[in-house]
């Protein structure tokens, strides 16, 4: 009775709404078409496929609007635990105010980077209590389906040169933007960022649980390969970082975790979930040209970090990544300071950019930078290990994410593949020397 209360919504109040937004004039509604394909479900949400076809009356001419509704899955208690409704609050408020005012200070600037590229068009977005739909808080977003324009998922787990670049200078753009408002008008940036609920792994000493698990899962895995293989530990420097990691935060790496969520001057309001699993590209002659993000739903203000080293660790394969680590983060700050210069209207010499120089970057990337290779720990199992063992996890971490099974699942999917990747990951993060921040006190 529920899911149809909620469905009957979607297809005549929400449809009403997102008609008014559409301003067509005299048109009339002759066509609603509500699917929920299985597919396109996630953990916390679920994804509706909404087809309008409106009719001017004057002219007969139709047009058909493809839409795909997000709403939040779960009942209230689900919610909670999970943040959801944190999240799914936050992802409403970057799509109804961080994106529109980016977008008008590139549009007032006169940029040639436009704000309204970077994601799917909002057709509707709302947060709150919504008695039609259902008893307890909601949050409803409309977007248009890209995919009927041709954008479509990467490959699923290694990215080559092009699609990496693409995704640095894209989230490039965006993170230039609080730099931007940091220079040019601090008192509404700071509101900007007042408005984002704060997402933090630890608060007021208690611990978001469900990830603490998953992230200690990750580094029993790797401390488990590790004792069984020693002579991976292959220099004394790797050797000295995995055992002070395995010392310090073995127990409880969620500590660590929250380290990374310190604010500084190298701030900015994150996409917070960037890979490739949240972004479209589209494609001619068969070369990613453009690309749209989405699912902003764990969004910070933060170390930009979070959003390089997530995509960056998990999909680069071996080789590359040691290979293009540095020149693909120069890539990004190439960007980030083109797209500064742009807004400022000023040369690279401005001393007001000095602050995002490079070098200062990179000093920043090594106190920051080990966040990917964390993350990685426990999503690459997900990632390279086989479809059955994809939907054994998904469905372990919705049962009981703290059993016995779901750790197990975590250790072998996958297998020795993976094992061997992470390594390589923690290898290449002691070489850069991205273990400051396991070795600050």
């Keep these: 009775m529920e899911e149809q209360q909620k469905l009957d919504f979607i297809r005549n109040e929400l449809t009403g709404n997102i008609l008014k937004a559409l301003e067509l004039g005299d048109s009339e509604l002759v066509k609603v078409n509500l699917s929920t394909p299985n597919h396109l479900d996630g953990f916390m949400s679920v994804i509706h496929n909404l087809v309008l076809v409106t009719r001017d009356k004057k002219t007969r001419k139709e047009r058909t609007f493809n839409l795909m509704v997000k709403v939040m899955k779960g009942d209230e208690k689900f919610r909670e635990v999970s943040l959801t409704k944190t999240q799914f609050t936050n992802e409403i408020y970057i799509y109804s105010k961080v994106i529109p005012t980016f977008t008008e200070l590139l549009s007032t600037r006169g940029c040639s980077v436009k704000g309204n590229s970077w994601c799917p068009r909002i057709f509707y977005c709302t947060a709150g209590l919504i008695p039609a739909f259902s008893k307890i808080y909601e949050t409803i977003l409309v977007m248009e389906n890209i995919a009927l324009d041709g954008y479509k998922a990467g490959p699923r787990n290694d990215l080559d040169e092009t699609h990496l670049t693409l995704m640095a200078k894209r989230i490039a753009q965006f993170h230039a933007c609080t730099y931007a408002m940091k220079i040019i008008d601090k008192e509404s940036i700071e509101n900007l960022v007042d408005g984002i609920i704060p997402l933090n792994f630890i608060k007021y000493d208690e611990i978001f649980e469900s990830y603490a698990i998953m992230f200690r899962n990750g580094l029993d895995r790797i401390f488990g390969y590790l004792s069984k293989h020693p002579e991976e530990l292959d220099n004394e420097q790797f050797k000295a970082d995995m055992a002070k990691l395995r010392s310090k935060y073995g127990e409880e790496p969620i500590h660590l975790m929250q380290k990374f969520l310190q604010r500084n001057e190298f701030s900015v309001i994150l996409h917070g979930d960037y890979n490739r699993n949240n972004v479209l590209f589209k494609y001619e002659n068969g070369k990613p040209v453009d690309l749209r993000m989405f699912d902003f739903q764990k969004n910070r203000y933060a170390t930009p970090s979070i959003d390089l080293s997530f995509f960056m660790c998990m999909s680069m394969s071996t080789g590359l990544r040691e290979q293009f680590w540095n020149p693909l983060l120069k890539c990004y700050h190439d960007s980030l300071m083109d797209t500064l210069i742009d807004i400022l209207k000023c040369d690279r010499s401005d001393p007001r950019l000095e602050t995002y120089s490079y070098s200062n970057f990179m000093v920043h990337m090594k106190q920051f930078g080990m966040y990917g290779a964390m993350v990685a720990s426990h999503f690459l199992p997900w990632m390279l290990g086989s479809e059955e063992e994809c939907a054994l996890l998904a469905e372990c971490s919705v ?38 921040i396991v070795h600050d006190d």
Excluded at 404 to 432: A, N, W
């Design 399 to 436: 049962k009981d994410i703290g059993s016995d099974e779901m750790k197990r699942l975590t250790i072998i999917s996958g297998g020795e593949k993976v094992d061997k990747r992470l390594i390589e990951i923690f290898r290449l993060m002691s070489q850069l020397g991205y273990f400051s």
